[in-house]
T-cell receptor, first 111, second 114 residues
Framework: QQQVKQSPQSLIVQKGGISIINCAYE??????FPWYQQFPGKGPALLIA?????SEKKEGRFTISFNKSAKQFSLHIMDSQPGDSATYFC??????????FGGGTRLMVKP | DADVTQTPRNRITKTGKRIMLECSQT?????MYWYRQDPGLGLRLIYY???????NKGEISDGYSVSRQAQAKFSLSLESAIPNQTALYFC?????????????FGEGSRLTVL
């Protein structure tokens, strides 16, 4: 049973469009929510992260929206570029400082 | 050179063979992890170690074992490989000194069990 559910599993977006990836969690003890980005042939790397005491965090074209009451958070990529094509993982950290990952979303941005 | 190095990067083996995947790191982190990546299932934790004398099972430890030879080295073994262990394996490290516990991953070891 996945504690962090991620959707969609794959996403195709035109260049310049908005990419949206959603995650939902069940454990209310999760206290930190990072997103990792993975390019083909590479390991995942931290992209952006949010704590549950804020509703939004923006870094350049990447924004996390967080809805604590709904236990959902999402990644928005504005003005998506072909170089953003990668697999994205949401994650949640528990009280033991361990991360639980979502199932991943493979994003393809078409030129 | 990469901060987290995994060897081998690719391996094809047969059912029943013993396989070892090795990981070394130069980040000086105490915490090391082994994850398995499968399409649609994300990254699942196999084993983790918070220091040389500490080894813990993760979500999917059955069929795997680990050894923490030194602070910088953490190896994963499959004593008798089976086809459903075909996957992409990642080693990761983290430093828990009051920060966020960001994970730093190696580039992965792709294992195929025939």
């Amino acid at each position: 049973q996945q504690q962090v559910k991620q959707s969609p599993q794959s996403l195709i977006v035109q260049k310049g469009g908005i990419s949206i990836i959603n995650c939902a969690y069940e454990n209310t003890a999760f206290d930190y929510f990072p997103w990792y980005q993975q390019f083909p042939g590479k390991g995942p790397a931290l992209l952006i992260a949010i704590r549950p005491d804020v509703s939004e965090k923006k870094e350049g074209r990447f924004t996390i929206s967080f809805n604590k009451s709904a236990k959902q958070f999402s990644l928005h990529i504005m003005d998506s570029q072909p170089g953003d094509s990668a697999t994205y993982f949401c994650a949640a950290r528990d009280a033991g400082n361990m991360l639980t990952f979502g199932g991943g979303t493979r994003l393809m941005v078409k030129p | 050179d990469a901060d987290v190095t995994q060897t081998p990067r690719n391996r094809i083996t047969k059912t029943g063979k013993r396989i070892m995947l090795e990981c070394s790191q130069t980040k000086g982190h105490d915490r090391m992890y082994w994850y398995r990546q499968d399409p649609g299932l994300g990254l699942r934790l196999i084993y983790y170690s918070f220091d040389v004398k500490d080894i813990n099972k993760g979500e999917i430890s059955d069929g795997y074992s680990v050894s923490r030879q030194a602070q910088a080295k953490f190896s994963l073994s499959l004593e008798s490989a089976i086809p459903n262990q075909t996957a992409l394996y990642f080693c990761a490290t983290s430093d828990w000194t009051g920060g966020t516990g960001e994970l730093f991953f190696g580039e992965g070891s792709r294992l195929t069990v025939l």
